[in-house]
């Protein structure tokens, strides 16, 4: 079994390699404690990334 | 010995504490907000049991990235005593001050009451008012406080003698049903390896005058303000 958080986060870069970059640096940093958990980074362009939001977190 | 205690916000037992120190045993406190970027000269910086920041995300892990954080981190790296209690300790935890993590309790349940505690180090500025072995009683009140690490760095922290407090029975036994939360060999509460950072669940400021029916928390309140006049003076 295993139970987690999803977090849907826009940034202000198109580059990949930040994006990702930047998004492992907040994981690292605050969203997971790695001692007991894992994540993982999935990116999406922003067309895709808005429509696959659960109602969009930024209108 | 001046003492400081952080208040987040959402901290709750920060009165409670501030209480014990300036009126119980009589020292000099001050509150240190989570935007001061100094300890303001404390010897003993005190993090408090409560919800900082909600607890949102996990316990601990937004409060360990506030400004007062970094000051807390400078003071343990020269020297001076710090004790997390409660969410005091989770904070430590996130703020990387102490190893390990804190996971949900076992059973899922927020739990408040009193829990017995075996002191497996009483060479501690902490817990020199203590016997080796000693078991006292102090409350608990937490949803969030099944202590966890890898097998091997729980191995190096039991080897390093780190583990401080362990929950047990009335008589000093170790059993699952006497670990309310599940924590990992039964710890309750750990030092860092220096000695002067300790984190613990349960609320000695609870505990710390016979007119509430407890003073086991005392004795380890004033044990810790002894070492830090002792500390104040060596430096």
Same mark, same amino acid.
């Given at each position: 079994m295993r139970a987690g958080k999803s977090f849907d986060i826009r940034l202000a870069t198109d580059d990949p390699a930040e994006a990702e970059r930047l998004l492992r640096a907040i994981c690292e940093k605050?969203?997971?404690?790695?001692v007991v958990e894992e994540y993982a980074v999935e990116l999406a362009p922003p067309a895709a990334a808005a429509s696959a939001a659960v109602g969009d977190p930024f209108p | 010995m001046k003492s400081g205690i952080v208040v987040f916000p959402? /901290? @709750?037992c920060d009165h409670d504490v501030y209480h014990v120190l *300036?009126? &119980?045993? #009589?020292q000099e406190v001050v509150f240190l907000w989570h935007? =001061?970027?100094? &300890? *303001?000269?404390? +010897?003993l910086v005190v993090l408090p049991g409560g919800f900082a920041?909600? +607890?949102?995300?996990? !316990?601990g892990a937004l409060a360990a990235l506030s400004p007062v954080m970094a000051a807390v981190k400078k003071h343990a790296e020269a020297g001076g005593l710090v004790l997390g209690i409660c969410n005091g300790f989770q904070v430590l935890l996130e703020a990387g001050l102490l190893p390990g993590a804190m996971r949900r309790n076992k059973d899922l349940r927020f739990l408040c009451r009193d829990v017995y505690l075996k002191v =497996?180090? /009483?060479?501690?500025p902490f817990t020199r008012r203590f016997k080796p072995g000693q078991v006292v009683r102090m409350p608990i009140a937490h949803g969030e406080g099944n202590y966890e690490d890898g097998p091997a760095a729980l191995d190096q922290l039991e080897a390093a003698g780190q583990v401080v407090f362990r929950y047990v029975a009335p008589d000093g036994t170790r059993s699952e049903e006497w670990n309310p939360n599940g924590s990992a060999r039964a710890i309750a509460g750990i030092v860092n390896a220096r000695g002067n950072v300790l984190g613990m669940m349960p609320h000695p400021e609870r505990c710390a =005058?016979? &007119?509430? #029916? @407890? !003073? +086991? #928390?005392l004795e380890l309140l004033a044990g810790v303000v002894e070492s830090a006049v002792a500390v104040g003076a060596a430096r």
């Open positions: 605050l969203l997971a404690n790695t | 959402g /901290s @709750n *300036k009126h &119980v045993l #009589g935007q =001061e970027e100094t &300890v *303001k000269g404390c +010897d920041y909600g +607890d949102y995300l996990r !316990a =497996e180090r /009483s060479d501690l =005058e016979m &007119v509430l #029916g @407890n !003073a +086991d #928390g």
